[in-house]
């Protein structure tokens, strides 16, 4: 993926989910909150470097060229992944502190999220879209 591409192929992005749905799980089945360090430490690097280490090593595996694949928005997926990256630093933060309500919350959220964008429907999405028809109406009443 280069810096000027404004998609990213759907795979990518759908290894991406999996891991952080898969991160959560693990972490609620085993106790060890560490596990989401993982997404949340991929998630931060992509935010802020442009390079997400899990959707780097996936492309590896990816059989056709990437452009071949249905693309999905890079800015909307950076929109995503800004949430994922709050949601499992507040949950990640709930652990450590003993808030396990707190934690338990944040991770369902963003297991959620995911576990809903892989069956086709992008929270993530809706939220952006409202909150831009908000910003509009709100731009044209002034």
């Known amino acids: 993926m280069s810096a000027v591409s404004t998609s990213i192929p ?3 992005v759908r290894t991406n989910q999996w891991v952080i749905v898969l991160s959560v799980l693990l972490t609620w089945v085993s106790g060890a909150y ?5 997404p949340l430490a991929s998630g931060l690097l ?3 470097f442009n390079f997400n280490p899990v959707m780097r090593i996936a492309k590896l595996f990816l059989r056709k ?3 071949s694949y249905v693309q999905e928005d890079r800015g909307q ?3 995503n992944q ?6 499992l630093l507040v949950a990640l933060i709930g652990y450590t502190f003993g ?3 707190l934690a338990y919350v944040f991770s369902a959220m963003v297991f959620l ?3 809903i964008a892989i069956l086709g429907f992008c929270v993530g999405c809706f939220i952006l879209y409202q909150w831009s028809q908000y910003k509009y109406r709100r731009r044209s009443r002034a």
């Open 99 to 101: 808030l396990t309500v």
């Open 10 to 12: 759907r795979p990518l």
């Open 34 to 38: 560490w596990i989401l360090a993982v």
């Open 65 to 67: 060229s990437p452009a």
């Open 113 to 115: 999220a995911a576990f």
């Open 82 to 87: 800004l949430l994922a990256v709050l949601f």
């Open 77 to 79: 997926q950076r929109f």
């Open 46 to 48: 992509g935010v802020f």
